[in-house]
């Protein structure tokens, strides 16, 4: 399965770098946007829902970011259209191994999955299965 477009929102340029690498060499997405926080992202989205951007399938969110944190964003996210949203997937993906940011994360039902750093291909790959 090949998905129209995966949008990372990381501020850490070689996490970025990795990331859009593997989901290239995977194949996986016909583009890949990148933002450097939750705010870049709304902007993005807010671009998608007017038709001026690639509408992701799938966001990989990281939480420890400047301007806007993942946590900030996803605040926000919910309060977007339901239409621009519906086929969205969001995944947090992070450092973070706090219990409270895990616990915080699953009282967002638009947080689907909640995975630690490096992304791996397996992870990738079972994720893509599982939901598309």
């Known amino acids: 399965m090949k998905l129209n477009c995966i949008l990372l929102v990381e501020d850490d340029d070689t996490t970025n770098f990795y990331n859009q690498f593997l989901i290239e060499n995977l194949d996986l997405a016909e583009h890949v946007a990148v933002t450097s926080n939750g705010q870049e992202a709304l902007e993005y989205l807010k671009l998608a829902g007017n038709g001026e951007a690639t509408t992701p399938d799938l966001i990989l969110l990281d939480i ?6 993942g946590f ?11 239409d621009w949203k519906s086929k969205i997937l969001v995944v947090m993906l992070t450092t973070s191994l706090h219990p409270n940011d895990v616990a915080r994360a699953q009282e967002h039902p638009s947080i689907r999955e909640y995975f630690f750093k490096p992304l791996l291909k397996d992870k990738l790959g079972a994720l893509v299965e599982k939901y598309f």
């Open 64 to 69: 420890n970011m400047p301007v806007m944190n």
């Open 72 to 82: 900030e964003f996803i605040e926000e996210y919910e309060n977007l259209p339901n």
